[in-house]
């Protein structure tokens, strides 16, 4: 997210799907489905901080935070599921991926990480 | 520059489909496998900061149920103390119950008393909840637990009687050493008791249980007294003597028996 705020678009999407490929290695999920989720998620979050997040100020940060959280989560349900439908994997509940505390907690760390990542490199 | 980034982005959809449609295949597999080699050292070291955040992070949100739980627990704690202290009493009587059918079976008619007041300054004498009413009469013999003498009434009233302690120093056993057989006369000191008038030529064996020995006619005959703690003999006495230790220390019990007949 932090590549994408500060428009380095071509790092930002590979290191992103490394990261999901990492993950994908321990997970219970297909192997390449993670990578693929942070991939297009990553895209999408380009595409908004062209549109959308046009500064780096403070609250643009937070929003960029909070909606780049809810859109990891929308994004791997979704993608599960599609991989689902052509018999790759199950079929996931849409809840499974919002109402916990996981959430919650990953909303607000994001969040500050976001800040302490951005206030360390002194762009805001 | 943006047309980089799209081909950047179809390039690594495009592997990411090839792992996911080929996720059985051999090569696949191994590169799974290999990654998570790498990988262990990393998730074994966010182990545990891991299930530290998953700790508080848990006990942040829910604060309110553990404060609840907290409350109950505290209630149910208050409860259970409640019952062990009831619990205590119960097994204290099924003690004491037993001690006097045990007593019964014997042929020794008791009556259980509880002990309501103490005379604390010198333990001489304490004062029991049974009385006149209850069948106590002066002159009675009083034990504890274990067929063990503590005293004689020599008081009672309707409701109430004073039990004198062998501690008394007016009080006066005629004794006898269990195994050596060696008689004497357990005499009160105020604080503590001696076994006295023991003849010059004999010398009781440390450890030796003393009993009454009813010679007396005062006090009943068997009942355990103490045990003898270290005999002493001088020269320019007639008799030889010896300090006891007491089976029933009279500060320690609160219920005795009052033998209202003995066979």
Redo the contacts between chains.
Sequence with gaps: MYLALTKNNSKALFFAWLGGILTGASSFSIFGISGAVFLIFTAVFIVLCETVFLNLKTGTILFASAIGVTLYHFTNWATINIFAFFKIGVFENFGFYFANLGFLSELIFTALLMLAIFKIKNKI | ??N??LA??FI??L???????F?QSRA?LL??QS??EI?KPI?IAFAKPKSWLSFW??AF?NIKNIKESNNRLILENLNLNEKLAKLSQLEEENSLLREKLNLSQKSINTSLARVIGRDFQNNRSFLIDKGTNDGINAGMTVISKGETIVGRVIDASANTAKVQTILDAQSRIAAIAEKSKISGLVRGLGSDAIFDLIAKDKNPEAGELIISSGTDGIWPRGFVIGKIKEAKSKDNQVFNTADIELSADPRDFDSVFVILNSQ
């Design positions: 520059m943006r980089n980034s950047i982005f690594l959809l592997t990411s489909l090839v792992f996911i449609f996720n696949v590169l799974k990654v998570n990988l998730e992070q848990s949100f």
